[in-house]
Antibody, heavy 128, light 107 residues
């Protein structure tokens, strides 16, 4: 079955960086965009960006540009999200989420995509 | 604008019908997708595209769209439907912002 398994919880100090991994299984890793979404405690979902696992191309939300880097290792079907210069308000659960439509079909339809499945989430705590 | 707007909270009596709405300019061009999130759990896709349900989602969940507004309707709400619901849509820049979320209470 299609599954995304994320790395474990992290505790970081302000100013440090964190790198979260998302290992995919059960499908062709390079055939679907992968997104990253975060959720601060008691807050809503916040989209951070996506990576094209085939080309390595990325698109980041403006809020995170300059601080976030999304990469992938196709040999182990794993996507990564690294956030630098951490602040206390970066404390959140970070999720990876695969698009539910292949890149080819997405380009054909042009008007819809969705996130399914999601990883289990990784809690990142930023505290001095 | 790439923003999506949702009502913060909605309530429904057990067994009744409730509509949760999502407004945004991007919805004129792109379909919304809807996610259910219960406390301590990852979001779960409930509706995508014109009105499609993933396998395992009850048929009391349905979606619709008109102009700049997308709607998620639960017909015959159950106690287990109490959750936070989020809409999402692509915009013309390739971004995928979420709505602020709607907390559904089943009375």
């Amino acid at each position: 079955q299609v599954q995304l398994v994320q790395s474990g919880a992290e505790v970081k100090k302000p100013g440090a960086s964190v790198k979260v991994s998302c290992k995919a299984s059960g499908y062709t890793f390079t055939g679907y965009y992968m997104h990253w979404v975060r959720q601060a405690p008691g807050q809503g979902l916040e989209w951070m960006g996506w990576i094209n696992p085939n080309s390595g191309g990325t698109n980041y939300a403006q809020k995170f540009q300059g601080r976030v880097t999304m990469t992938r290792d196709t040999s182990i079907s794993t996507a990564y999200m690294e956030l630098s210069r951490l602040r206390s308000d970066d404390t959140a659960v970070y999720y990876c989420a695969r698009e539910g439509i292949t890149m080819i079909d997405r380009d054909l339809t042009g008007d819809q995509d969705w996130f399914d499945p999601w990883g289990q989430g990784t809690l990142v705590t930023v505290s001095s | 604008s790439s923003e999506l707007t949702q009502d913060p909270a909605v309530s429904v009596a057990l067994g009744q019908t409730v509509r949760i709405t999502c407004q945004g300019d991007s919805l004129r061009s792109y379909y919304a997708s809807w996610y259910q999130q219960k406390p301590g759990q990852a979001p779960v896709l409930v509706i995508y595209g014109k009105n499609n349900r993933p396998s395992g989602i009850p048929d009391r969940f349905s979606g619709s769209s008109s102009g700049n507004t997308a709607s998620l309707t639960i017909t015959g709400a159950q106690a287990e439907d109490e959750a936070d619901y989020y809409c999402n849509s692509r915009d013309s820049s390739g971004n995928h912002p979420f709505g602020g979320g709607t907390k559904l209470t089943v009375l």
